[in-house]
C-alpha cells in the first residue's frame, strides 16, 4: 500500500470519534459550500460531494437540509475557512484547518491549546511545506468494469494511488485535480461514495509513549473545539508500528 492510503487508514481509526461532532462539524462545511456555490447540488460540486460524505457518515438527511437552509438564510454568520500552523512538544508540525464565524475567538483557542501542551501556534507557511496537499475519492465500480483501464483513465486525471478494495475503490491525487477526478466520475456515473481534502505529512517523526501520549492530548483539545475542522500532523501514527 502507497504511504497516503496507510497514513490515511491509521488516522481513519481516530477521525470523528463523536457523531454530534461529526455532524456539526460537516454541517459547517455544508453551509460554507452553499453560500459559495449555491444550494443547487447538480451545479455546485463540492456541495454534492459532501452531501455524499454525510449519508457516508449516517449524517440524518434533515441535518443536510437544516444545513443548506442555515446558509441560505440572511440572519446566519458567515463562517470562513482558517488554517492555523504550529509545533507542538518534541517539534511536531500541526495543521489545523478550521471553520469559524469568529476569528480572534478561534484563534485565542488554538493558540492556549498549542501553549498548555508544550508546543506553539506559528505563522502562516511555516509549517504548511511539509504537507502535501492531496483529495482522496472512494467509489463504487459496476461489474464488468476493467479496472486496468479505469486505472490507466484516472492516471490521466493526475491520480498517483490507486486502490481496488472490496466495497470500491479509493484514489488519491494532487489536490488541484479535485474536479477533474470528480468530473471524470460523474460522466462515467461512478457512485461517489466520498471525496475530501487530506493533508500527509511528507516524514512521520516516531516518539516514545510518553512523548506520544502529550500530543494526543493536543489533538483531543483541538478536535473538541467546534470550530476545527481537520487536524493534521506529522507524528508516526501508533497503528503504523
Given at each position: 500500500m502507497g504511504r497516503a492510503f496507510e497514513y490515511r487508514?491509521?488516522?481513519?481509526?481516530?477521525?470523528?470519534?463523536?457523531?454530534?461532532?461529526?455532524?456539526?462539524?460537516?454541517?459547517?462545511?455544508?453551509?460554507?459550500?452553499?453560500?459559495?456555490?449555491?444550494?443547487?447540488?447538480?451545479?455546485?460540486?463540492?456541495?454534492?460531494?459532501?452531501?455524499?460524505?454525510?449519508?457516508?457518515?449516517?449524517?440524518?438527511?434533515?441535518?443536510?437540509?437544516?444545513?443548506?437552509k442555515r446558509a441560505i438564510s440572511k440572519d446566519t454568520a458567515d463562517y470562513?475557512?482558517?488554517?492555523?500552523?504550529?509545533?507542538g512538544a518534541h517539534g511536531i508540525a500541526f495543521?489545523?484547518?478550521?471553520?469559524?464565524?469568529?476569528?480572534?475567538?478561534?484563534?485565542?483557542?488554538?493558540?492556549?491549546?498549542?501553549?498548555?501542551?508544550?508546543?506553539?501556534?506559528?505563522?502562516?507557511?511555516s509549517v504548511a511545506f511539509m504537507f502535501e496537499h492531496k483529495c482522496t475519492f472512494k467509489f463504487r465500480v459496476p461489474e464488468g468494469v476493467d479496472m486496468e483501464e479505469l486505472e490507466l483513465e484516472l492516471i490521466?486525471?493526475?491520480?498517483?494511488?490507486?486502490?481496488?478494495?472490496?466495497?470500491?475503490?479509493?484514489?488519491?491525487?494532487?489536490?488541484?485535480?479535485?474536479?477533474?477526478?470528480?468530473k471524470y466520475l460523474d460522466d462515467h456515473s461512478f457512485?461517489?461514495?466520498?471525496g475530501e481534502s487530506v493533508r500527509i505529512?511528507?516524514?512521520?517523526?516516531?516518539?516514545?509513549?510518553e512523548a506520544r501520549a502529550s500530543i494526543e492530548k493536543l489533538v483531543e483539545m483541538l478536535e473538541e473545539d467546534d470550530d476545527v475542522v481537520n487536524v493534521y500532523h506529522n507524528m508516526k501514527e501508533a497503528e503504523e508500528e
Open positions: 487508514k491509521a488516522r481513519k481509526l481516530k477521525r470523528w470519534g463523536n457523531m454530534a461532532r461529526t455532524f456539526t462539524k460537516l454541517g459547517k462545511e455544508i453551509e460554507i459550500a452553499v453560500k459559495a456555490g449555491g444550494a443547487d447540488p447538480s451545479g455546485n460540486t463540492r456541495l454534492r460531494v459532501l452531501m455524499q460524505n454525510a449519508k457516508a457518515e449516517n449524517m440524518p438527511k434533515e441535518n443536510v437540509e437544516r444545513a443548506i470562513k475557512e482558517v488554517i492555523y500552523e504550529g509545533y495543521l489545523v484547518e478550521t471553520a469559524t464565524d469568529n476569528t480572534n475567538r478561534t484563534v485565542a483557542n488554538v493558540r492556549m491549546y498549542f501553549n498548555k501542551c508544550g508546543g506553539s501556534l506559528g505563522n502562516s507557511g490521466d486525471c493526475n491520480v498517483d494511488e490507486f486502490y481496488p478494495e472490496e466495497d470500491g475503490v479509493t484514489v488519491y491525487a494532487p489536490y488541484e485535480s479535485f474536479g477533474a477526478i470528480q457512485e461517489i461514495v466520498s505529512p511528507a516524514d512521520s517523526k516516531e516518539l516514545d509513549a
